[in-house]
């Protein structure tokens, strides 16, 4: 079974940064690609940003693209999402989740995820 944990949400002002944390137990980390979503109420999960099992590509949503950046430490069993210039359009719910992955591939839509965590609140005051 697959454990994953978020940390570091919180109340920030606009133009500030935080940086999310997730720590997945249970299994191999460096077998799994892994995602950050995130829900608004009244709106669809979206992936904000996605990463291969190795580390070395990332998929961006257009509307974080160079502001958000997301990247993993195998030996830490821990993915992060490090998020500046934060909008009060980022207040969301954000979701760690993972894929089994039996290749490079960077999947970045919900249902190709298997895992996910419990979710950590994000609010941005303008």
């Known amino acids: 079974q697959v454990q994953l944990l978020e940390s570091g949400g919180g109340l920030v002002q606009a133009g500030g940064s935080l940086r999310l944390s997730c720590v997945v137990s249970?299994?191999?980390?460096?077998?799994?690609?892994m995602g950050w979503f995130r829900q608004a109420p009244g709106w669809e999960r979206e992936c904000v940003a996605s990463i291969n099992r190795s580390g070395v590509d990332a998929y961006y949503a257009h509307s974080v693209k160079g502001r958000f950046t997301i990247s993993r430490d195998n030996a830490k069993n821990t993915v992060y999402l490090q998020m500046n210039s934060l909008e009060p359009e980022d207040t969301a719910v954000y979701f760690c989740a993972a894929r089994f992955a039996y290749n490079d591939y960077v999947p970045d839509i919900s249902y190709e995820y298997e895992y996910w965590g419990q979710g950590t609140q994000v609010t941005v005051s303008s």
């Open positions: 249970g299994r191999t980390f460096s077998s799994y690609a």
